[in-house]
């Protein structure tokens, strides 16, 4: 077997690619996070992911979008969200990621030099991050309110945040005024109120790539600028400078894999 073909071998066992290694229980999910450091919910990439290593019947044959999800397991990126160390952000070019303590070193400063940057960028972004620093971690009614903005005007300024990490959203659930049953809201925070102590380090996208490689196994090389957000710190010898640097390897032209 040549080095390619066990790479293969290895990843479909590592990512649990087959089913026989499917997730029987939200405990296996958890340790399946671990391992990795991070997994995107639905699979899109070489990043391994959550819902393809359920090896579950879709909600809906042949449907899109929430009716793909697996029929049973659909909440499990929600239930390790609410485990200690773990982490879902919005940085998988605005899907769900979610990431380890380890991963999250990593991340923390890219999203600190994106806080800054958007800050100054758009006068909008800037508004609405000086409102959260002021307020701290806001609803989003309270926060359209004071702003005097429409929810479409809103979601419109916290997606490019989100997306970048500059700002984190999160599902708050708050009790009915008639007392009876609750309501779901969201909640917005800038990512240094989320996380407020910092991470050591400067912004590296490069180390984020190479970790991961390491969660993937292997992957194409031609993929890595659409695993995260921020494409403009994607230089086009990053992935070279990687290579030389032994952090990741070209076991194959085309193909990556950790060194």
């Given at each position: ?24 229980t939200i405990d296996e999910a958890d340790e399946f996070l671990r391992q990795r ?33 697996p029929a049973t397991k659909w909440s499990w990126a929600a239930e390790l969200a ?9 940085l998988h070019r605005g899907k769900n990621l979610l990431v380890t303590p380890g ?157």
């Amino acid at each position: 077997m040549d080095e390619l073909a066990e790479l293969r071998a290895r990843r479909a066992y590592e990512c649990r690619l087959t089913r026989d290694r499917a997730l029987q229980t939200i405990d296996e999910a958890d340790e399946f996070l671990r391992q990795r450091g991070m997994l995107t919910r639905t699979a899109d990439c070489s990043l391994p992911s959550l819902f393809e290593a359920c090896h579950e019947e879709p909600y809906q044959q042949g449907g899109r979008g929430f009716a793909s999800w697996p029929a049973t397991k659909w909440s499990w990126a929600a239930e390790l969200a609410e485990r200690a160390g773990v982490f879902l952000l919005h940085l998988h070019r605005g899907k769900n990621l979610l990431v380890t303590p380890g991963t999250l070193a990593l991340i923390d400063p890219i999203c600190r030099a994106e806080l800054a940057r958007m800050e100054q960028e758009d006068p909008g972004w800037g508004r609405l991050l000086g409102f959260l620093a002021q307020a701290g971690p806001s609803l989003t009614d309270d926060i359209e309110l004071e702003l005097g903005l429409s929810a479409r005007e809103l979601k419109a300024l916290r997606t490019p945040l989100e997306r970048c990490g500059a700002v984190v959203g999160r599902q708050v659930i708050l009790p009915a005024a008639s007392g009876d049953g609750h309501l779901h809201r969201s909640e917005l925070a800038r990512w240094d109120q989320a996380f407020p102590d910092p991470a050591p380090g400067h912004a590296d996208l490069g180390g984020l790539l190479a970790a991961g490689v390491a969660a993937a196994v292997l992957a194409e090389e031609r993929e890595l600028i659409r695993w995260f957000s921020w494409r403009w710190r994607y230089s086009p010898g990053l992935v070279d400078r990687l290579v030389a640097d032994g952090r990741i390897r070209r076991p194959a032209p085309g193909w990556l894999a950790v060194a």
